[in-house]
Structure formats: C-alpha cells, structure tokens
C-alpha cells in the first residue's frame, strides 16, 4: 500500500478509508478539460473502477487544456486513450471507457452501477439528465462548468437539493469553449475541485459538499454558499429519441443550414417557436429539439405563456445530421 501511504496518514483516509475508495465505482461523463483532472486525481488516489463516458475525438484544439492527450493521439477516442494512460499510471484502477454519448436512454442505467457520478461534460443536457437520474436514485453528483476566466462546481444529489434547484432555467448565453474561448487552468482547478469533493464524499468527511456551491470569478476569487434546503424546481425535461410518440408534436428549432435533417420525418421546423406557433390538441405532448437543448429550453419557457400541457426537450448533439 506505499502508492497511498501519503493519503493514508491522513485521519480522514487511514486504511479503512483507503479500503472504501478501491471498492467505490465512480461514473465519470465527460474525458476532457474537467474530466481530464478529475480522473487523473480518482486514479491516483486509488478509486476501485471508474467508468469513463465520451464520444468525442481528440482535436489539436484540445491540447492546451487537456494536457493528458498528446499530437499522436490526435483523431483517436478521447475515453479510450484516456483509459490507456490511467492504466500506466494506476494499474489498481480499473477505467472502463464508454465511446457514447450521454442520453436519457442510457443514463439510469450508467447511474444505478455507480456509487457516484461527476459531471465532467459541460452540456446543459447531460447536466440536467444526470441530475435528474440522480435525484431519483438518490446517486451524489458532482457537476461543473466553465467558460473563459471562470466557472463554478457544486454537489447535488446523494440527499442534497438537485441542480434544478441551484438553477431552476439553464444558466449562461449558449457561448461555449470554442466561440468564447477559454483557459486551460481554469478547466483544470473546476475539474480537480470536482475530484476533491468526490473523495470526501467517497470518504464521508464532515462538512459533506453535497449541498454546496464554489464560484470562482475572474479575478481569481472563489466564493461559496450552501443551499442545502433550496427546493425543487420543475421544469422541462429531456427524453430520448425512443421516448418519442406518435401522437407528439415534434418542433424542431434548427434551421436547415444547420441539420439539413430534421428531427424526426414529420417534425416542424420553427426556429423562433415558443411565444407563437403552432398548438397540438389537449391531450397531446409538444417535443422541442435543438442541438444542445437550450435553445429548446428557453422556447418551453415561452411556450408555457400559453400552453399548459405536457413539454418535453430533445437534445440532438452529437448525431450525425
């Protein structure tokens, strides 16, 4: 056990706890700029099985923000790689890679054989499907994001208020790492303060950051408060291609410069839906798709203006239009 022996000093680790993280299994979803730490740091602490979900190939763009890929492994799977250098680094840890994305059709399952998921993707859809699968299975999650100079990290779930609670609508413009840019240590510090917060609730250290919320600005300050009693938010939420019916009325807000396929053969392609457009009979669902789902989002919270049936979000990232 030398590997541990600094972790293991600790009080709060101590051979009992060191024994708890090699038979604890932690979901990871998303192997790159928050991912990258945070596996790195489970790994070496010893973490038993970690399985690693992402579909995504290796860019040059990634480079300068997830320094665990190098110009060779540029076009290959980000998971699979990953999941090779874990092995060198660790070989007690078993990472298990997942080229997928993640989708309402898979994410109960992916949560239920975990002890603990992080949310590593930074996509509105897999944060909200997380932390609704979450919730619901009483799973801890830990999710962050981040964009240019700053970010945020926080643990919900596991007993704690869910995300919906923190953010009732999701938060931001829809700017994203490629067309507002970002810095690579920013990405690192979030995704290592995931892999922090994971470990104490993998170790069960008092005070619990299930419940917390870590903001830090661009000028370097962090701040943080606890919303341990925030209540739940509704909200919209998403469903998977194969949760679709016949009878709903699919909207579809990409033009088609933009998914020259629509989402489904008879959806309606109404970009600026939500505050006008068409209205199904009572009884009916409306679907909204987008690609990232915010888009869709935002046109639920227009709709409910003036519909009171059910809504529900299709995010289409990731397929091949």
Known sequence: MSRYARQMILPEVGPEGQARL????????????????????????????????????????NLHR???YRMADIGRPKAEVAAEVMAGLNPEVRVTPLLDWLTPANAADLV????LVLDCADSYAASYILSDVCFAAGKPLISASALGLEGYVGGYCGGAPSLRAVFPDPSGNGATCATAGVLGPVVGTLGALQAQMALRVLLGIAPSPLGLFIRMD???????FRFDRAPESPGPRF???ADLRASDLVIDLRPEDEAPVAATPDALRLPDYGATGLLPDPGRRIVIACRSGLRAWRAANRLTGR??????LLALQGETE
């Open 112 to 115: 239920t054989r975990a002890d």
């Open 218 to 224: 661009a000028d370097l300050r962090f701040s943080q």
């Open 307 to 312: 519909w009171s049936g059910d809504i529900a």
């Open 22 to 61: 090699g038979a604890a299994h932690v979901l990871i979803v998303g192997a790159g700029a928050l991912g990258v730490p945070a596996l790195q740091y489970l790994t070496g602490a010893g973490v038993g099985q970690i399985t690693l979900v992402d579909a995504d190939g290796i860019e040059a763009t």
């Open 239 to 241: 469903i998977a291609r």
């Open 66 to 68: 997830q320094p665990l």
